[in-house]
């Protein structure tokens, strides 16, 4: 079992709909969360960082992470089609390495 | 804020020649920096952890005479791929982390292609 699994979609939404993804873990050593965004034939862009559970807003974007479940999501509102790219989550240990899901390849459609 | 730069960002070489890949900080200082290596539609893969002023720890599997990396200072971080082969290409990613907090910043990658 991978530690960090994530769907790898591909997701395809209209332009406007809310979009969830979602990343699972087997580690409850993890403590820091993160979501990246990658366009094709780019570097992974930071979008969120979280530390604890709870939610945290930044714009469009959510960031959702349950240490009870093991479970992160982030939502995205009033999707755009510049949204569209692969989305990782990402997380670690304290001093550990970063582990990333597989990436969910998300399309939004005009 | 948190801006990392990679150069090249694409590079063509021929067979049993060496190339040098350089990450910079930007706008901060990097405590830490990594190299990843990211195939088509996979995720990143952490080829090794630099530490300014020591050497790279490197992730099993990785040759690390074949991928040297200095970080000669708290801004610059270099990957030399010695003696390309083809099948040394892909997409080599840098990150760095100001170390005082876990998360890490992306360069813009390097698209290596061997000939």
């Known amino acids: 079992q991978k530690e960090v699994e994530q769907d790898p979609g591909p997701l395809s939404v209209p332009e406007g709909a809310i979009v969830s993804l979602n990343c699972t873990y087997s580690n409850s050593a993890f403590q820091y969360f993160m979501w990246y965004r990658q366009y094709s034939r780019k570097g992974p862009e930071l979008l969120m960082y979280?530390?604890?559970?709870g939610n945290k807003e930044d714009g469009r974007f959510t960031a959702q992470v349950d240490k009870s479940s093991k479970y992160i999501s982030l939502f995205i509102r009033d999707s755009q089609p510049s949204d569209s790219a692969t989305y990782l989550c990402?997380?670690?240990?304290?001093?550990?390495?970063?582990?990333f899901g597989q990436g969910t390849e998300l399309s939004v459609k005009p | 804020g948190a801006v990392v730069s990679q150069h090249p960002s694409w590079v063509i070489c021929k067979s049993g020649t060496s190339v040098k890949i350089e990450c910079r900080s930007l706008?901060?200082?990097?405590?830490?920096m990594f190299w990843y290596r990211q195939f088509p539609k996979q995720s990143l893969m952490l080829m090794a952890t630099?530490?300014?002023?020591?050497?790279?720890?490197?992730e099993q599997g990785v040759e690390k005479d074949k991928f040297l990396i200095n970080h000669a200072s708290l801004t610059l971080s270099t990957l030399t791929v010695t003696s390309a082969h083809p099948e040394d290409s892909s997409f080599y990613i840098c990150?760095?982390?100001?170390?005082?907090?876990?998360?890490?910043?992306f360069g813009p990658g390097t698209r290596l292609l061997v000939l």
């Open positions: 990150s760095a982390s100001p170390g005082q907090q876990e998360t890490q910043y």
């Open positions: 979280t530390y604890s559970s």
């Open positions: 630099s530490n300014e002023g020591s050497k790279a720890t490197y």
């Open positions: 990402a997380m670690s240990a304290k001093g550990g390495k970063l582990i």
């Open positions: 706008d901060f200082q990097a405590t830490t």
